[in-house]
Each structure stands twice: as C-alpha cells, then as structure tokens.
C-alpha cells in the first residue's frame, strides 16, 4: 500500500514534471546560446557558411532569451517560438546531412528538443513559473 500511495502523489502532480522539463530544457538552451556567443567559430563550422553572421546572431540570442522565457516560465509560448526555427535549421540543414545513429546524436538531439519546443508551443508553461511565485508570495505576505 506504501508503494502505490507513493506513486500517487507524482500522478496527481505531473504539471510538476512537465515543469522540471521545461525549466531544464530552458535553461540548457540559454547556456547553449551563451556557449554560442563565446565561441562563434563553433556556430560557422556547423552552419559551413562563415559569410551568414545573421545565423549566428539569431542563433545565439535566440537561445539566450528563448531559453531564459522557458526557464523561468514567463512568455512560454514566445520562448518557444522564438527557438523553433532554429532547430529547424539545425535538423534539416545541418544534423539531417550527417544522419542518425553517429557518435555525437546531434540529430536525435535536436529532434528531442524541436518535439519539446512544439509541445511547450502547443501547451504552455505548466504551472511552475515565476509568475506563479511571485503570486503565491504576495498571497501569503
């Protein structure tokens, strides 16, 4: 009985997975795009185009502030969107050349993240953002 009632309290709250995803997937992105700007040699050798600085612009900032929305929870949907044409480029123009099963999985990756940046587009936040925070703060102040 011990065990199913352990199990219980997770399947009534499974906004709290949803939650944790969304904020580690944010925040991995955010430091991906802070990765980006540090070393944008790394963004041209897998763009192959070194004249397309707007790649790596968009690129990076669009995981920066794209994943810091997800992260915190606030404009999922924009957080989202913003990063959804990237991993599109990145799975269709880069990681679909060199195909699945290779030793960095980049394509599986990236697939993994568009299908998460798709379902936070679609779903939303989940329940734990900062906004929420902040509201349950002021509620019991």
Same mark, same amino acid.
């Given at each position: 009985?011990?065990?199913?009632?352990?199990?219980? %309290?997770?399947?009534?709250h499974?906004?709290i997975?949803?939650?944790?995803?969304?904020?580690?997937?944010?925040?991995?992105?955010c430091i991906?795009?802070?990765?980006?700007?540090?070393?944008?040699? +790394?963004?041209?050798?897998?763009a192959?185009e070194?004249?397309?600085? %707007?790649?790596?612009a968009?690129? !990076?900032?669009?995981? #920066?502030?794209?994943?810091? #929305?997800?992260?915190?929870? %606030?404009?999922?949907r924009? @957080?989202a969107?913003?990063?959804?044409?990237? #991993?599109? @480029?990145a799975?269709?123009?880069?990681?679909?050349?060199v195909?699945?099963? +290779? !030793?960095?999985? !980049?394509?599986?990756?990236? &697939?993994? &993240?568009?299908?998460?940046?798709?379902?936070?587009?679609?779903?939303?936040?989940?329940?734990i +953002?900062?906004? !929420?925070?902040?509201?349950?703060s002021?509620? +019991?102040?």
């Amino acid at each position: 009985m011990i065990h199913i009632k352990f199990f219980d %309290w997770f399947e009534n709250h499974i906004n709290i997975a949803y939650s944790l995803i969304r904020i580690f997937l944010g925040f991995a992105l955010c430091i991906r795009g802070l990765l980006f700007m540090f070393d944008p040699q +790394t963004l041209t050798n897998l763009a192959g185009e070194p004249q397309n600085f %707007w790649i790596f612009a968009y690129t !990076s900032v669009g995981h #920066l502030i794209g994943g810091f #929305l997800l992260g915190i929870g %606030w404009f999922v949907r924009l @957080g989202a969107l913003i990063q959804i044409p990237i #991993l599109l @480029g990145a799975v269709f123009t880069i990681h679909l050349r060199v195909g699945l099963l +290779t !030793s960095g999985q !980049s394509l599986e990756l990236s &697939v993994l &993240v568009l299908f998460l940046l798709v379902v936070f587009f679609l779903f939303g936040d989940g329940g734990i +953002t900062i906004k !929420s925070i902040f509201k349950k703060s002021s509620v +019991t102040n």
